[in-house]
């Protein structure tokens, strides 16, 4: 059996934001999984466009993408769709949204911190959203396994907590033929981790209207603005371009759910899914709706909605006790 890797990174987590400074969509995970055949093709193609415009040492990321390297990012995103349309790898996206106000169920929840946030929804994204427990069994009982990749993170208690629950996944997913192993590694010499963040930082930009901010006296967008609204735009189309041949559906949207019917293995089989996550519990905060915030795209105050439960295999909850 193939092995199957996965390549993850985060972005917009916003942890030590000021709340004038906090912004509807945040803690993005961005992943490409594929067989590790074809995740080393890919990662072939897009060192071939770091050799092509002379990039050695930067590390391409979408706080770095301006007027000069415009060209080189897009090259490296192409690689990227070009895989996912050949069906070699897939593209999974999942967030959190500000509307959505967890309410927690003990007293040790409420006191979570914003690393045990951003760990405890990488978990749910490594055992919800590639549909690993789709993947095809062998007839012959070897076993499947299953590499991650992560950036370096700060926190070893969160890198063990994490590697723990993946280890535990095969038990959790009912495929004691999975064997899931996490690696970390420096994202700079990783150009897989690194289209992650240029693909979720290009939502997390547009989503959260960055390319509307205004400082005074600022009229129309800086250069900077512009070239990051324009990208951006570009991957969202790719993206929507991809979904609708696939799925034959107009329906694709960057900050909602990918449809999946009634059919679970298209958590697998989908080329892109998009998963905004909800908590279990939560109460909706309006204010954080795009007809409350004002015109660049802030937050002007709380306007909270009655309670809701979403049940647990529908939605999968924000917990770590499964």
Not at 298 to 318: H, M, S
Request: glycine share 6%.
């Amino acid at each position: 059996m193939p092995t199957y890797e996965i390549f993850v990174d985060e972005a917009w987590t916003q942890g030590a934001a000021s709340p004038a400074e906090l912004k509807r969509y945040w803690c993005f995970y961005g992943g490409i999984f594929g067989t590790s055949s074809d995740v080393d093709r890919l990662d072939t193609q897009l060192r071939r466009v770091f050799a092509k415009f002379g990039v050695k040492k930067d590390e391409a990321k979408w706080s770095s993408l301006g007027p000069d390297n415009r060209q080189f990012y897009q090259e490296l995103v192409d690689c990227l769709f070009d895989a996912i349309e050949r069906g070699e790898v897939a593209f999974r996206q999942m967030f959190y949204d500000r509307a959505y106000v967890r309410i927690p169920s003990n007293s040790s929840e409420d006191a979570a911190s914003p690393l045990d946030v951003q760990y405890k929804l990488c978990y749910q994204f490594l055992k919800h959203a590639f549909g690993l427990k789709f993947l095809p069994r062998s007839p012959h009982g070897q076993r499947n396994e299953i590499l991650v990749r992560l950036d370096n993170h700060s926190s070893q208690k969160h890198q063990d907590r994490l590697a723990q629950f993946a280890q535990d996944l095969p038990r959790i997913l009912d495929r004691p033929d999975l064997d899931v192993r996490l690696t970390y590694h420096r994202s700079s010499q990783v150009p897989r981790i690194q289209i992650c963040d240029l693909m979720i930082g290009a939502a997390g930009s547009y989503g959260n209207k960055m390319h509307e901010k205004r400082e005074p006296k600022q009229r129309g967008m800086k250069p900077k603005q512009r070239i990051r609204h324009d990208f951006a735009k570009y991957i969202y189309n790719r993206l929507r371009a991809i979904d609708a041949a696939q799925r034959g559906s107009k329906a694709f949207n960057w900050f909602e759910t990918t449809g999946r019917g009634s059919d679970w293995s298209s958590l697998l089989r989908h080329k892109v899914r998009i998963w905004k996550f909800k908590p279990q519990h939560y109460q909706t905060d309006a204010g954080w709706h795009n007809d409350h915030l004002d015109k660049y795209g802030n937050y002007q105050g709380e306007r909270l909605l009655p309670v809701a439960t979403i049940p647990y295999f529908d939605e999968p909850a924000f917990t770590d006790e499964d």
